[in-house]
């Protein structure tokens, strides 16, 4: 976590709360004299790890401690390892930042596992290693391959209101869902049970439009634009400028007038990040290495490093 700190200050760090929960199960379970009293006191933890504001954490947090007020070593455990950082992980203060819905580092692992199914054992020689890593590579190319394929020639079961009709094939099905979720919310709202307060997490956290973002665009008779959703969720996501279309020739003040005209037709998130990435160039240490400029000349190349 120094290393994170010190290399990317600018970033927020989140603690796996995959493996939080790992730990407290190999320190704690030991405590818990039956299975379902294991899995009621994991129920509790997860209210608090899912506290969406300070008040609910304090409040989720002294329930816990007085149901469990005999369990002193659980309690101890948890408070002096976990909850000093639990800024970096409860909902209440993670739920702040932008992070698509990746709290939890399991996919990363589930990655390590199945390399390591496919290697089978730890003495392959370099040879066997490559091939079947390579095998490895291609079936997840063919398996992603076939869920874009039906991604961008179906819709989700059950989504089939109007309003998704610009953003049917161009988003995940993943994403269409999750904004399913609020729509339905909204429509669900009555007068004894109204929407409640925005701004929700589902925009700073998954990019997503909102239930209230929801409701004023149907009140407006406007459908969900690409535009109101991350680049994450497209399915289609611009490429980046290859380096030999880029023209290094314009003067500075042309780059920067360029940039506005851009910058004001991004979304939030985007302007956020650039203005991250223009921090970057103005209080970065260094410059980025540009690869030696080879003159044309009859005898042997002279580099030129800028
Ligand atoms: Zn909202």
Redesign the pocket.
């Known amino acids: 976590m120094n290393a994170l700190k010190n290399k990317f200050s600018n970033s927020k760090n989140l603690l796996c709360i995959w493996h939080i929960e790992k730990n407290i199960f190999s320190k704690c379970k030991e405590y818990f004299a039956t299975e379902n009293d294991w899995i009621e006191f994991l129920q509790d933890w997860n209210s608090v790890v899912k506290s969406r504001s300070v008040n609910g954490y304090d409040s989720a947090w002294g329930k816990l401690t007085l149901k469990y007020h005999h369990q002193e070593k659980v309690i101890n455990y948890i408070e002096n390892t976990w909850l000093p950082f639990k800024e970096m992980f409860v909902s209440a203060w993670s739920d702040n930042y932008l992070h698509l819905g990746c709290k939890a580092s399991s996919r990363v692992e589930g990655a390590h596992s199945l390399m390591k199914k496919y290697l089978q054992a730890s003495t392959g020689n370099l040879k066997i290693v490559h091939e079947r890593i390579c095998s490895m590579i291609d079936q997840q190319i063919s398996e992603y391959q076939t869920k874009m394929a039906t991604e961008l020639t179906t819709i989700p079961l059950s989504v089939n209101s109007t309003i998704f009709g610009l953003i049917f094939n161009k988003v995940s099905h993943f994403a269409i869902r999750k904004i399913h979720e609020?729509y339905v919310k909204f429509k669900k709202a009555t007068p004894d049970n109204p929407?409640g307060?925005?701004?929700?997490t589902?925009?700073s956290t998954m990019g997503l439009p909102?239930?209230?973002?929801l409701e004023t665009m149907e009140q407006n008779g406007e459908l969900i634009t690409l535009e109101s959703i991350h680049e994450h969720w497209h399915l289609k996501r611009k490429t980046s400028v290859p380096n030999s279309e880029l023209n290094v020739t314009n003067s500075i003040e042309t780059l920067l007038q360029k940039f506005k005209n851009n910058y004001d037709s991004w979304t939030s998130w985007e302007q956020t990040a650039a203005r991250k990435q223009i921090s970057v160039l103005i209080d970065g240490p260094t410059l980025p290495i540009l690869d030696p400029l080879v003159p044309v000349t009859r005898g042997w190349p002279i580099y030129i490093f800028l």
């Not at 307060?197 to 929700?200: D, N, R």
């Not at 909102?210 to 973002?213: D, L, N, P």
């Open positions: 609020e929407l307060p925005c701004p929700c589902m925009i909102c239930k209230h973002v």
